[in-house]
């Protein structure tokens, strides 16, 4: 157990930026609203899954809609005191503590500003290990909890609850009410026992975003104490697979069904200038190319970051002319089941995509061309 201050905020609002595989709402957004929340009510009590009581019940709160949406309309503050109750009382039970949906820039950090203001622990554990665009798209559901009741609270304190048939029915109907909320809002549910949670989460995600975020900051400072630049300290210390050097010569995007749908268009620069490649998006980046051949695809991470400060770039944030590194992250394992691959794969989104790990993508082609 331990306690979340402002100053761990900046790092995990970073590294869940770089989990959040582009999507998962703005960092700067969270860590702002976060900090606010600590600041006026106080640390946040964080607990690892096996501190939490088999007989608790916990729930995940978290920000849905298209994240450009949700950098303009923010959040006021009361929206997950309004959520809390409400879900308590239509469960008939207290709710104990707070898990995250996902690992993102934004929704990472809701569960813990929730978390401040409610005055309840969050769990250092997820249902991703990333982030997804669907609401059911997580471990949760892959372990039979039901994503309903959920509650849906706006920033003027509409709210809203749906029980449904299954998993994704609450997608679906859940992301009407979305829309009908202006692209963005609060919603809480995924409620389970604390040994349900045990079985099922992801966990160490506050804890793995925390290290990320502090890989970034510092890879510019101590990479030369290690003998490494700092685009190799930041590799190596990530685990990330690098694919590409690029600029990015093209943005096309639309807003649609509550989600951000684009492709990122990139060019290859410095040692990959030969190259061209792009990156599909659905709120977080799908799939990526080079040279038209599909080189990471979810469920692994893709992922943009700054080429010279490794911070990751959000798609809401993809601009013309920004260099970049093209890299990739491996899943949690849970989404290389037949299972995950059915709810979080290629497939999922209607892409023709073989799945292939993205660790041995990497070897496939980088290391063939090795001496």
């Keep these: 157990m331990r306690f979340i201050d402002c100053e761990d905020v900046v790092d995990i609002a970073t590294g869940s930026a770089l989990l959040g595989a582009g999507g998962g709402g703005d960092p700067y957004m969270g860590k702002l609203e976060t900090i606010t929340a600590i600041r006026e009510c106080g640390p946040v009590q964080l607990l690892d899954a096996d501190e939490v009581p088999d007989e608790w019940t916990v729930a995940s709160i978290g920000s849905v809609g298209a994240p450009s949406v949700v950098l303009e309309k923010g959040v006021n503050g009361s929206e997950y005191a309004i959520a809390h109750d409400f879900l308590q009382r239509i469960l008939g039970k207290k709710i104990d503590a ?32 990333r982030a997804f665009p669907g609401l059911q798209q997580d471990t949760y559901c892959l372990n039979g909890v039901p994503t309903t009741p959920m509650v849906f609270v706006d920033e003027k304190g509409n709210r809203s609850v749906i029980e449904t048939i299954d998993n994704d029915w609450a997608e679906t109907i859940g992301r009407a009410i979305t829309s ?30 925390q290290r990320l975020g502090a890989i970034i900051r510092q890879a510019t400072s101590v990479s030369a104490e290690c003998g490494m630049t700092p685009q190799e300290y930041f590799l190596h210390e990530s685990g990330a697979y690098l694919f590409m050097h690029a600029k990015i010569a093209d943005v096309l995007r639309e807003t649609r069904d509550g989600f951000n749908f684009g492709r990122a268009v990139l060019e290859g620069i410095g040692q ?8 599909v998006y659905q709120n977080e980046n799908l799939y990526a190319e080079v040279d038209g051949d599909v080189v990471i695809s979810v469920p692994d991470l893709v992922c943009l970051v700054d080429a010279d400060t490794f911070l990751p770039i959000t798609t809401e944030s993809l601009h013309y002319g920004k260099r970049v590194l093209l890299v990739g992250l491996s899943c949690d394992k849970a989404w290389r089941t037949t299972e995950g691959l059915a709810l979080g794969g290629p497939a999922w989104f209607g892409f023709d995509i073989d799945y292939i790990p993205v660790e041995e993508q990497w070897k496939r082609i980088f290391c063939a061309t090795m001496p």
């Design 180 to 209: 009908a909320s202006g692209g963005a809002i609060i919603n809480m549910g995924a409620s389970m026992t604390g040994a349900k949670m045990k079985q099922c989460a992801v966990r160490g995600t506050v804890d793995l975003a």
């Design 98 to 129: 707070f898990v995250l949906a996902e690992a993102g820039g934004l929704n990472s950090l809701v569960p813990i500003a929730a978390a401040a203001r409610v005055g309840i622990p969050v769990v250092n554990v997820d249902g991703m290990g």
């Design 272 to 279: 990959d200038r030969t190259k061209t490649g792009s990156v």
